[in-house]
């Protein structure tokens, strides 16, 4: 089993910034891509930001120049650091990953989501 574990969410004011983590454990023999969802109240759940195991990116457009994704790859952790927050990126923010289990299977895993709120 594995698991994904998030950390970093909070309450913030517009124009702040928050850097989120998430930390993967268990039969891991490595992980593919990883990337950050976000779902928003009554809203369905969407992709932020994904990086590869080589460390490509992609960002959605409505992040790009804002949010920045990383990994590290000895740690089996991938970040998010938002910055110029608005108050319509409050959302459930979900990491994501294509783990390659020591069994050589693959398989997508969440973490549980942590709350990022962009208030005055």
């Known amino acids: 089993q594995v698991q994904l574990v998030e950390s970093g969410g909070g309450l913030v004011q517009p124009g702040g910034s928050l850097r989120l983590s998430c930390a993967a454990s268990g039969s891991i023999y490595s992980i593919n891509a990883m990337a950050w969802y976000r779902q928003a109240p009554g809203k369905q759940r969407e992709l932020v930001a994904k990086i590869t195991n080589g460390g490509s990116t992609n960002y959605q457009d409505f992040v790009k120049g804002r949010f920045t994704i990383s990994r590290d790859n000895a740690k089996n952790t991938v970040y998010l650091q938002m910055n110029s927050l608005k108050p319509e990126d409050t959302a459930v923010y979900y990491c994501?990953?294509?783990?390659?289990?020591?069994?050589?299977?693959?398989?997508?895993?969440w973490g549980q989501g942590t709350q990022v709120t962009v208030s005055s």
């Open positions: 994501y990953a294509d783990v390659l289990m020591r069994d050589r299977t693959l398989y997508p895993y």
